[in-house]
């Protein structure tokens, strides 16, 4: 099987190379990864090929699944305009080479795997969201919602695309966890204002697994009994017949942030005493601090209903099982 990935050099992409290669060469099946990127000296693992935009643009090259993760962190910087548009264009302009080269390609994928964030459904407190849900508008769902309509392009070049939408990834090498263990192990971790907004978040193991779980579900969705699970609650409407869904990679066990402060510092053997005011925070990140003290509760139906069994479906599991 031929994968390519863009921003597989990133927190994500790595992982999932590392676990496909692991896993289909236990299983003696082929299994060959093309990271795209924009500087072909990157670091990169020998078993993985490296492709640049400039090489997409004239390759003829077959891949059976591309999985368009690139993108800016939204939480890295605070949003200036500028800001907010080089966000943007991390998403767009990958996606834009991606999409012409699936049109201009003689052999089509079976699948686009694209990135988004459940930051899609906005700001909605403790409103249990599903993929059916609404959204609200404010400039996460803008940024994800033009990412999304892009990616479903692909479908008019007969490419079905399974948006998924992303929470808070845990893993201590990166992420926001990553961010969080130094102030926490020096006891200066605490409660972000209220504590009471509830974190969507998902282990990295179990998004790596979510998203494997995904792409073998459509690969093997030629029976009518598969396709009705695939366009189920979660399709997607699109201007033609190619299927179109969208997954929240979610953990079935969201937690508010007073939760979150108390488990990660029981984790750490660390005291939470600390706590940052939310005005304190809006002063300090500005329109981001939304990401910081407004929740959002949403839940994997989908991966559920498809019966996908999470490794780490609790915060304390997250924390003390996940391989490095």
Known sequence: MNVLISGGSGFLGRALSKELLERYQNNDRNMHITWLTRDSS?????????????????????????????????????????????????????????????????????????????????????????????????????????????????????????????????????????????????????????????????????????????????????????QGILNGENALKTDNDVSAVVYNLTAPNPVSNHTFTKTLGTYLHRPTFFTLPAALLKLMFGEMSTLLIDGQKVLPQALQDLGYEFKQPTLKQALTEQKG
């Not at 890295?76 to 767009?92: F, G, H, N, V």
């Not at 959204?135 to 998924?164: M, N, Q, S």
């Not at 130094?182 to 790596?208: A, C, H, N, Y």
């Open 42 to 226: 990157q670091a990169h693992p020998n078993n993985v090929a490296m492709m640049t935009y400039d090489e997409l643009a004239t390759s003829d090259s077959h891949f059976d699944v591309v999985l368009n993760l690139a993108g800016a962190g939204i939480a890295d910087k605070r949003w200036s305009d500028e800001r907010k548009e080089q966000l943007l264009a991390s998403r767009i302009k990958p996606t834009n080479a991606l999409l012409a080269f699936i049109n201009r390609t003689a052999v089509k994928p079976k699948l686009l795997i694209s990135g988004s964030a459940i930051g899609w459904y906005g700001t909605q407190g403790d409103k249990p969201l599903t993929e059916s849900s609404g959204f609200e508008t404010d400039f996460a769902h803008k940024l994800c919602e033009e990412w999304e309509t892009l990616a479903l392009k692909a479908t008019d070049d007969g490419v079905p695309v399974a948006i998924v939408r992303t929470g808070v990834v845990m893993h201590p090498d990166g992420g926001m966890l990553g961010k969080l263990l130094t102030p926490f192990k020096m006891g200066v971790g605490g409660q972000l204002g209220d504590g009471k907004q509830i974190m969507s978040w998902i282990s990295r193991e179990d998004w790596v697994g979510a998203a494997i779980f995904i792409m073998e579900q459509h690969l093997a969705s030629q029976t009518d009994a598969q």
